[in-house]
């Protein structure tokens, strides 16, 4: 079982739609959980962290964490073609290391 | 906000050179920096983590004398890669946390595209 699992996609959705990602994770001990958007040929950049169960909101985004279910999901209102673009869910080791754990993200693709 | 900076963007080297790359946080002070490797579609693996003054940590598979990691102050990583092969070749990034902000994301520098020929 990988660490963060995410489907790999590419999941398409109409301008205007909303965009569901989700993410598992098996490390039950973990208590940050990040996403990131990463365009093709760039860095990642932090959209959006998460700590406590419930709904997170910025903006366009929310953030949905269940640690009971070991689930976090990244919900995206009103999709833009500028969306488009790989979401990496991080989970952050509760190894005391501070290391952050990928998974393999999931390609979006927002249609006009 | 926090901004890490990376260089070189990319870099073009022969087979068997060595070559590295800076990792600097511009704007606070990095206790931990985390090296990754990424290839065409797959996600990150981490590689490394640098600890200010002390000895890097290498995950499982990582060759620590290949991959030389130095992290002599807080705000600068820096990652060799000895010998390089063209299995080298692939998207190095680094990360930093920072020191004053524990347990929130981390900032990324924008990435090194290093092709070995």
């Known amino acids: 079982q990988k660490e963060v699992e995410q489907n790999s996609g590419p999941l398409s959705v109409p301008e205007g739609a909303i965009a569901s990602l989700n993410c598992t994770y098996s490390?039950?001990?973990?208590?940050?959980f990040f996403w990131y958007r990463q365009y093709s040929g760039k860095s990642p950049e932090l959209i959006m962290s998460?700590?406590?169960?419930g709904d997170k909101e910025d903006g366009r985004f929310t953030a949905q964490l269940n640690k009971a279910s070991q689930y976090v999901s990244l919900l995206i209102r009103d999709s833009q073609p500028s969306d488009s673009a790989t979401y990496l869910c991080?989970?952050?080791?509760?190894?005391?290391?501070?290391?952050?754990?990928f998974g393999q993200g999931t390609t979006l693709q927002v249609k006009p | 906000g926090a901004v890490v900076s990376q260089h070189p963007s990319w870099v073009i080297c022969k087979s068997g050179t060595s070559v590295k790359i800076e990792c600097r946080s511009l704007?606070?002070?990095?206790?931990?920096m985390f090296w990754y490797r990424q290839f065409p579609k797959q996600s990150l693996m981490l590689m490394a983590t640098?600890?200010?003054?002390?000895?890097?940590?290498?995950e499982q598979g990582v060759e620590k004398d290949k991959f030389l990691i130095n992290h002599a102050s807080l705000t600068l990583s820096t990652l060799t890669v000895t010998s390089a092969h063209p299995e080298d070749s692939s998207f190095y990034i680094c990360?930093?946390?920072?020191?004053?902000?524990?347990?929130?994301?981390?900032?990324f520098g924008s990435g090194t595209r290093l092709t070995v020929v």
């Open positions: 990360s930093a946390r920072d020191k004053d902000t524990y347990n929130y994301g981390y900032t």
């Open positions: 490390d039950r001990g973990s208590q940050s």
């Open positions: 998460i700590y406590s169960n």
């Open positions: 991080a989970v952050m080791s509760s190894s005391n290391t501070g290391k952050l754990i």
């Open positions: 704007d606070f002070q990095a206790t931990t």
């Open positions: 640098s600890n200010e003054g002390s000895k890097a940590t290498y």
